[in-house]
């Protein structure tokens, strides 16, 4: 926009010069000042144009109305402070400082630290992973391989598929890392027994939902996306563009033929009734009826009719179709949520009547629903009824056996029983861990005395002080190897023996509770 | 009539009821006018709707239940004359006096619109108060004159009777008298039930009423248990994979070895 030598001169604050600028001649004059101020919501050139005497139009044009803009806390002045702060998200003893508004309560809780959430990593029991884990393409050990990694990401699964490199697996992609991962934790959830209620379930099942072919599909499609020449670009737009018009042109030609329709029949056609969108055209005999049925309203008619004439019943069905299809669902809808208050009235519940009818023979009799509580007859039976009433619940009778009471009792007999299953593999495993330890120790005392000759070199002692100090009973044992094992190849030794003395410190921390518990 | 003998698949209807019985200590005149002499208590027996009438002195018993029950049969100890006793009309109750408590065989015949075999459940004649087993002792009953103190004793289990796939017949007529619901809220004292030992307090006072309440609390009792038995088993499988690993490492050490 350029602009005018007045408004250099205002720009500048110099005196106007002899010939004033149209824009500036009015304001001049001293005591029209004050009215001759420029009304607000007009630009200023529009003034300059239309002058003072601005028609009543004018005041109109007030400044379009915005919101008026949020005062945000005033416009005090703020002071802000250098403060330490503690991070309850931290685990290491890290302080930092941060700017804060003054006043700020120094020992508050840091804002974000709820914002530090660890993504629950999933373990499996060997028994669960015998139970429901088992895959042919996955090995247990790969499978573990997959967690751990996915645990020390965080579930970044660009840096586990990058760094994924399972010694003798196979070749691994994304996809097949995900979908195993995801699956395992599905499976997971569905077999434990679960605290919350059924809902939260399914919905942390199904946020587990990965569909392997479909993302490969996806990627797939991603990948022919990118891959498009000019050309073929070029192509699809033109063909898009082509489809449009079509489109359009279609619906111009049924709007006309419409149109021209209803002039030829006139307005007892009952064509604005019927909705001609989405029907085949049809031809003038079919037309005929469909203007003669309402007014006869003799069903038989059409269907004779219809015997003759193919299109008939096309032309009348598809709109009869068209006005259930539309009906329906409003009356279903209406109906469920008023029969759901029939139902509690009536103490009435629905199941699935399909699946009832399956087995038809099979009538249910009449019961007293606190017969249907769980009987615990199994071996297990008794284990449960003593978990039960360690928990003050009685096993065989309720308060009030209400339907969804005697669910409750199921559910919580279900979790029961896989309480007991694992406190039985746990002490299958104890066992097991004491006859491997025995083993392991009589080894070691045989293989201890046949290399005796070799213990006893200083360098091998100190490295695996401290596992025999945390150590009572397997670090002797440990430490003979890792002596014995001294004598050649130094280099190769020396991180084999660390990784001994790892384990038996390991061990020892696991493995004492039990054993004291025994004496 | 014929579309009247379909089942109604897909759907069970419920009606709960109370079974049970109250007792109340004999006063010494009434003992004397009483043709059996050694017995010390009036009790009756009964099948009732579950929820209560509005200022009734009864436990439940709301509804008339004859509409789908035909017969209550009572079946008492051998020792009572003709012990079976039954009941054909609302109210379906006994009441006799007695000195011991037995275990009463309950039968429910129901209407012959429902096409239903009778059911059977039983009842422990209740006639000592209350006493709290909590170090799984029982405790001496209390003398009759303490007993007679602390009013009247009720011993009620609430039940739903379910029919499964009701005849469309039977259907109307269930539906057309629906059950009167229990309370919301709690206004007499709790009924007495050994699966909730606690609620023994609360069920001082007065004649008992159902209520949902009840069935709440039990729910969250059970709920409670449930997440406890859980996290114990968390804590087990966190020990169980804790160990799997360090009976890896040992056999790993073995096969080193």
Sequence with gaps: MAASAADVRSILSLPNPSTPGPSQTKPKVPGTTERSRKPEGISRELYSLIGPSAPTLAAQLAKPRLKQKPNLGGGGRVKWEWQSFKNNGRTDSLH??????????????????????????????????????????????????????????????????????????????????????????????????????????????????????????RKKYVASLEQRTPQQIAEEDALYIELKRLEQTERRFKKERDELLKTLLGVESGLPDISVEDEPPVNGNGLHIDTTTPVTGNTRKTKKRGVNDVDTPTSAGPSSANVISLGQPVQKKAQSAKSAQYDAQHCIHRTDANQTTSNKAAHTPVYFRSYKLPMLKNPTGPRIIQVL???????????????????????????????????????????????????????????????????????AMDVDEDAEGVEDDDGRAHSVISSRSTKSMRGRKQSQRRSMSISSVDTSATGSMPKRRKR | MAEQRVRVRGLSIHRPIIYGNTATVLTPEERKINPSPDHTHRWTVAVRSAASAPDSDIVGGADDLSYFIKRVTFKLHETYPNPTRNIEKHPFEVSETGWGEFEVQIRITFIQES??????????????????????????????????????????????????????????????????????IRKKPVPFHTANPGSLEASKGGVPEFTQEMEKEEAERLEIARKAVITETDKWRAKLIEKEKELELLQRQIGDV
């Design chain 1, 389 to 459: 009433s360690e928990l003050g619940i009685s096993h065989s009778r309720l308060v009030m056996p209400t339907r969804e009471n005697c669910a409750r009792v199921d559910g919580l007999v279900e979790a029961t029983m896989s309480l007991i299953d694992t406190k039985k593999c746990v002490d299958k495993v104890e066992q097991d861990i004491q006859v491997a330890t025995m083993r392991l120790e009589m080894a070691n005392n045989t293989g201890g005395e046949g290399g005796e000759g070799g213990a006893g070199t200083p360098s």
């Design chain 1, 96 to 217: 930092l400082s941060h700017w804060t508004k003054a006043g700020t309560d120094p020992e508050a809780e840091y804002t974000f630290a709820k914002y530090n959430v660890q993504p629950t990593s999933y373990v499996y029991s060997q028994d669960e992973y015998n139970r429901f884990l088992e895959d042919k393409e996955w090995t247990k050990e790969e499978t573990d391989y997959l967690f751990e990694l996915v645990r020390e990401y965080d579930q970044r699964f660009y840096v586990v598929g990058d760094r994924y490199d399972f010694p003798g697996g196979p070749p691994r992609s994304l996809e097949d890392l995900k979908d195993r991962y995801y699956s395992v934790c599905r499976k997971l959830v569905r077999n434990r027994p679960w605290a919350g209620d059924e809902s939260s379930k399914m919905q942390l099942i199904s946020s587990f939902q990965f569909d392997k072919e479909r993302e490969v599909t």
């Design chain 2, 115 to 184: 096409g239903e075999k009778a059911i059977t459940t039983y009842h422990h004649l209740k006639l000592h108060p209350w006493t709290v087993t909590s170090d799984g002792q029982i405790p001496e009953a209390p003398s009759l004159e303490t007993a007679a103190k602390m009013g009247p004793v009720h011993s009620w289990q609430y039940d739903e009777i379910v029919f499964h796939d009701p005849y469309q017949s039977f259907l109307n007529i269930l539906t057309a008298h629906p059950p009167t619901p229990l309370p919301k």
